[in-house]
Every structure is written in structure tokens, then in C-alpha cells.
């Protein structure tokens, strides 16, 4: 029997990223897993491959900015593909803070997250308040 992902796995794993919770966002990537992301040197920006890699960037993300939110997040799931909606906000170190809606793409084998494509609108930084 063929495992499937729904938009409710989806949910589960953003929520997940708002809780900070690497462990319950990893859970349905698959090992060797590629996420591009949405700033960086290449075309797509940077490639990321493996899980553990992933959860790396992720974990810095949250790092760097500790209240790093993906709000308002919505799912679909056709087939071997899914969407995700978002709206991303976060502040650094220096209290900038970044707000800008998104996607990401995803590519489904075997009910695991194969490929991670983000796209976020190009904003300028917001100065601290």
C-alpha cells in the first residue's frame, strides 16, 4: 500500500515550525530530502540536501530569529504535489523584522517531502521600532 500526504500533514509540520519543534517538522521529510531556499548565490537559491542538513537550517533560522513564525499558513495536496501559504514574520538580533508572504512547493514520494521549494516576497528589511 502506497502512503499518501494530505494537507493536514502539511498543517501539522507548520504548526510544528512555529512551536520550534525540529523533531515534529522533520517528521515527514524523507532522508534524502532537497529544500531551495528563498535567498542565495544560485537560481534557486541555496540547495540544502538531507535531512540533517535541513534541519540544521531550519534550527538556524529560529536562531537567528527567535520569534520566526509562518502565520496564516494554508495547504493543498494533489497527487505528488502540495502548496503551502504562508506569511513569514521574524526579528533579529538587531530587532529588524522581516514580514512577507510565501509559498512553498513540495515534491511527494512514498508520503514523505522529497523537495522543499520556498518563495517569499522580496521586501525590504523593517527597521527596529
Same mark, same amino acid.
Given at each position: *500500500?502506497?502512503?499518501?500526504? =494530505? %494537507?493536514?500533514?502539511?498543517?501539522? $509540520? &507548520?504548526?510544528?515550525?512555529?512551536?520550534?519543534?525540529?523533531?515534529?517538522? *522533520?517528521?515527514? &521529510? %524523507? #532522508?534524502?530530502?532537497? &529544500?531551495?531556499? @528563498?535567498? +542565495?548565490?544560485?537560481?534557486?537559491?541555496?540547495?540544502?540536501?538531507? !535531512? #540533517?542538513?535541513?534541519? !540544521?537550517?531550519?534550527?538556524?533560522?529560529?536562531?537567528? *530569529?527567535?520569534?520566526?513564525?509562518? %502565520?496564516?499558513?494554508?495547504?493543498? @495536496?494533489?497527487?505528488?504535489?502540495?502548496?503551502?501559504?504562508?506569511?513569514?514574520?521574524? =526579528?533579529?538580533?538587531?530587532?529588524?523584522?522581516?514580514?512577507?508572504?510565501? @509559498?512553498?512547493? &513540495? $515534491?511527494?514520494?512514498? +508520503?514523505?517531502?522529497? *523537495?522543499?521549494?520556498?518563495?517569499?516576497?522580496?521586501?525590504? @528589511?523593517?527597521? %527596529?521600532?
Amino acid at each position: *500500500m502506497t502512503k499518501t500526504l =494530505t %494537507a493536514d500533514d502539511l498543517k501539522a $509540520t &507548520f504548526d510544528a515550525f512555529n512551536r520550534h519543534d525540529i523533531d515534529a517538522v *522533520m517528521t515527514h &521529510f %524523507a #532522508e534524502e530530502c532537497v &529544500f531551495t531556499t @528563498v535567498a +542565495g548565490p544560485e537560481v534557486h537559491g541555496t540547495r540544502i540536501e538531507g !535531512r #540533517e542538513a535541513i534541519a !540544521r537550517a531550519f534550527a538556524g533560522v529560529w536562531a537567528a *530569529m527567535p520569534d520566526a513564525q509562518w %502565520a496564516d499558513h494554508r495547504h493543498f @495536496v494533489h497527487g505528488d504535489r502540495g502548496v503551502s501559504e504562508w506569511t513569514f514574520r521574524g =526579528t533579529d538580533a538587531e530587532g529588524r523584522r522581516t514580514e512577507a508572504q510565501g @509559498v512553498d512547493l &513540495f $515534491t511527494i514520494r512514498d +508520503g514523505k517531502l522529497v *523537495m522543499k521549494q520556498a518563495f517569499r516576497k522580496q521586501r525590504p @528589511v523593517l527597521d %527596529a521600532e
